[in-house]
């Protein structure tokens, strides 16, 4: 009688392993989430450069009293632009800080002038370092912080429609919830 070489198991096993894998992936909480290693930490400092004529956003900011946003922007990003009418809007309820992403001065300017600055501080960062302190993948992204300064949520993507009612807003409220 052959003998059957133990290898012949070994692409069998393999699909096995794979396909698990990706039953494991699609029974997610929620598989369009990104995590974040940065929920429950202290925010990571930020760039000290702005555009001409706006505040600085320091890292004392963000680690004062009363929950704070801090969004990942930049004029060149469709998705910022389509969420910049949120942005506005909670700007008028809470501090919502800016950090401009890979951005020639004149372009973030120019937008920011053209669309209204919703940011009550801004830092720029032009090579992308205070993003990768972030943790952050593309803009739009926006962090939800504490009174102490720490990370509570990262939202990933535009704040828009359902995204934004579903996702972001449950969040932002139990943040000013907890906060009181």
């Given at each position: 009688?052959?003998?059957i ?6 692409p ?14 699609m ?61 506005t ?6 501090p ?5 992403l890979?951005d ?9 002038t ?28 926006t ?38």
């Amino acid at each position: 009688m052959a003998r059957i070489s133990p290898l012949v198991a070994l692409p069998p096993l393999a699909f096995a392993a794979l396909a698990g894998m990706f039953l494991w992936g699609m029974g997610r909480d929620d598989p369009d989430s990104l995590p974040s290693t940065m929920i429950g930490r202290p925010a990571p400092a930020v760039s000290e450069t702005t555009l001409p004529g706006k505040t600085q956003l320091t890292h004392e900011m963000l680690q004062q009293p009363g929950v704070k946003l801090v969004n990942f922007w930049a004029s060149w990003c469709p998705p910022c632009r389509a969420e910049h009418p949120t942005l506005t809007e909670l700007s008028k309820q809470l501090p919502v800080y800016g950090i401009d992403l890979k951005d020639p001065e004149a372009n973030a300017m120019s937008f920011l002038t053209q669309d209204g600055d919703p940011f009550h501080a801004l830092a720029t960062d032009p090579k992308g370092r205070t993003a990768i302190e972030w943790g952050v993948t593309a803009p739009p992204e926006t962090f939800i912080i504490d009174g102490e300064g720490n990370v509570l949520f990262r939202f990933a993507g535009p704040m828009v429609r359902e995204d934004y009612t579903n996702r972001f807003l449950p969040q932002l409220e139990k943040a000013l919830a907890a906060e009181e």
